[in-house]
């Protein structure tokens, strides 16, 4: 078990507020910082809202927020932590800049990861302190429920910091995938970015709304996908044979022209036809309601799943 019980949150915008979460429940100390002082109020409204889900999903009784400072200076906040999650903005001036102050204040052997969802470790870290210690801890939203993170070292990160950095994620309930060599975009976006491109094509063409699309995923792959990644089904989509009849049945497939990957220009109507797609798809909720919905039907998917996959894997 991960003996690291004090934890920094740099960056308190939508995922850093999902590390808060996340870390309170599993009792660990939690000292926040952000450069945008507005962000106060916003932040505990969020904690207080998301609690029944994460109570629910962790089994837990109360929240404890003695555990957690808040606004506090960045010395402050780093002075005490052996766990460093950055949640800035995704940029890399504005990360490769904050990471040399994180370097500079926070404890020599402190472990520094950032949320970044697809910037390169090795640039982000250029300027840090002790660059053995970084490395990229990828979440998914909402971080207070999805388990996933994704491990990325950059060229310098040492293996024993990724070792500890795994254990501290397993003792927050999450379930590390450790990335072998950093890579732009990382596993899961650049597999998202994909279809992301693919529907923006489909849209641009004419072929379907975004509502079709949505329920393309929603009511097929999006259904067993949960439970079995590409591979897994694929597999299952051999018959007896597997994934070795699977290739040789939709092998040929992978040379016709089905996927243009190269994204389409984002030109006006493009983006207009998409923001109204989704905004009559919402049929006026606003992102506060339809995100309880979500958060609901994600807890409930993930007990679900528990009893379904000791049976798989
Ligand atoms: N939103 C997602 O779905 C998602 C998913 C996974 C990872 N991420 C990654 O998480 C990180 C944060 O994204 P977000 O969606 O929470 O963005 P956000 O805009 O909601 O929050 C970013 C926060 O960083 C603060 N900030 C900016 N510069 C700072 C600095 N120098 N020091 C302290 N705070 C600073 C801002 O004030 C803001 O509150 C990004 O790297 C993003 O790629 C986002």
């Not at 504005?94 to 204040?105: C, Q």
């Not at 976006?189 to 489909?202: G, M, S, T």
């Not at 897994?232 to 018959?239: E, R, S, V």
Request: proline residues 4%; glycine residues 6%; hydrophobic residues 40%.
């Amino acid at each position: 078990m991960s003996k690291i019980k004090n934890v920094a949150v740099i960056g308190t915008g939508v995922i850093g507020a999902g590390w808060i979460i996340r870390c309170l429940a599993h009792n660990k100390k939690v000292f926040a910082y952000d450069k945008d002082l507005k962000l106060k109020k916003r932040l505990i409204a969020e904690i207080k809202k998301t609690w029944p889900y994460v109570k629910k999903l962790f089994n837990k009784k109360k929240l404890n927020l003695k555990n957690f400072k808040y606004f506090i200076s960045i010395e402050e906040a780093l002075k005490n932590a052996d766990f460093i999650q950055e949640c800035a903005t995704e940029n890399y001036a504005i990360k490769t800049k904050l990471m040399g102050t994180l370097g500079k204040y926070a404890k020599p052997n402190a472990i520094i990861s950032s949320s970044s969802s697809g910037l390169l470790p090795t640039k982000i870290y250029s300027k840090c302190k002790n660059p053995a210690r970084t490395m990229i801890g990828h979440p998914f939203n909402p971080v207070y429920i999805c388990p996933g993170v994704e491990i990325v070292p950059g060229k310098k990160t040492k293996k024993n910091f990724l070792k500890k950095a795994n254990k501290f994620y397993k003792s927050i309930s999450m379930n590390p995938i450790m990335v072998k060599k950093e890579l732009p975009g990382y596993l899961a976006d650049r597999l998202q970015e994909a279809l992301w491109r693919e529907a923006l094509h489909i849209v641009n063409e004419g072929y379907a709304t975004t509502k079709d699309l949505d329920r393309a995923i929603e009511d097929g792959p999006g259904l067993r996908w949960s439970l079995m990644g590409i591979f897994l089904t694929y597999h299952l989509a051999g018959g007896k044979a597997g994934m070795k009849h699977m290739l040789e049945q939709f092998g040929p497939a992978l040379k016709l022209p089905w996927t243009k990957l190269k994204a389409p220009k984002l030109s006006k109507k493009l983006s207009s036809t998409v923001i109204k797609g989704t905004r009559q798809q919402t049929k006026g909720k606003s992102v506060a309601v339809i995100s309880d919905v979500r958060d609901e039907y994600l807890v409930n998917l993930q007990k679900l799943r528990k009893k379904f996959e000791k049976k798989i894997r």
